[in-house]
């Protein structure tokens, strides 16, 4: 569990890092184009080093262990780094927006296209680079936040290649006015990416259920490891960052003693913890009513 709260932890860091330098270079790449899509691209990785800053600090505060004041850990921090970078990329979207809107009736005659792409160019590879590493980084540590900082930066690269393609196809017909217009097709998929953040947040912060491959997985392991019990029902998920919670009931045969029921739960929280990684596991024991019985057995 350590590890995986330090390998978090390091790749916030990195991630902060590595968002100062993307940064650098998108805005030399807007200073010498003055190009409304690149100042776009420009803004939206001001945010990837705010977001990232706020990263650190919340990756920080969900790893640490519960205590007497929040019993079940401090793993929900991550969704509000989340909901707040998605609140942070929309108002970003909306601004780009205003801004090219106003653009429209004069776009720039830019220059030194060829500077600003190699600029770009370069930001942009080192951006992909981390996004794929994020991600991954994220599902390896059950990290929601860095996940999100993974596909905001996939969302960037996106960004970054749109609005070249539109300063390329600006060039060749030389129809400026195209700049602000890719600057608005840029600002909306800003926006889209930001409410989709936002949303995910709600959801974590609401204790969504787990996606159903990961339920479906989870009870299997609890079908091959309850042994002699009758059976389980009212399963129920969550995930809190690198936390995830099962609860369920299980019934067992009504002679069964109190020990050997401890040793049936006992064997599934293993096997729920080695194979779904499930690290809480609640179970609620349940006598096999006469009834039961008796409709098993045909009787009723």
Known sequence: MHDRADGAL???????LVSVAVLALKLGAWAVTESAVLLADAAESLLDLVTASLLVLTVRLARRPADPGHPFGHGKAEYFS?????????????????DSVGRLGHPPQMLQLGVGAGLSAAATVVNLAL???LVRAGARHRSPALSADGYHNFADVYTTVGGWLGLLL?????????DPIFALLVAANILRTGLKFF???????MDASLPADEVAVIEATIREAMGPAVEFHDLRTRRASHHTFVEFHLVVDGATTVHDSHAICDAIETRLQARARVSHTTIHVEPESERSQ???????
């Open 10 to 16: 390091r790749w916030a860091v990195i991630s902060l």
């Open 82 to 98: 989340s909901g707040f970078q998605g609140a942070l990329i929309f108002a970003a979207g909306v601004a780009i927006i205003v």
């Open 131 to 133: 996004a794929l590493a």
């Open 170 to 178: 600006a060039w060749a017909t030389g129809a400026w006015i195209l």
């Open 199 to 205: 949303l995910a947040a709600i959801s974590g912060l």
């Open 294 to 300: 008796a409709t098993a057995q045909g009787v009723v």
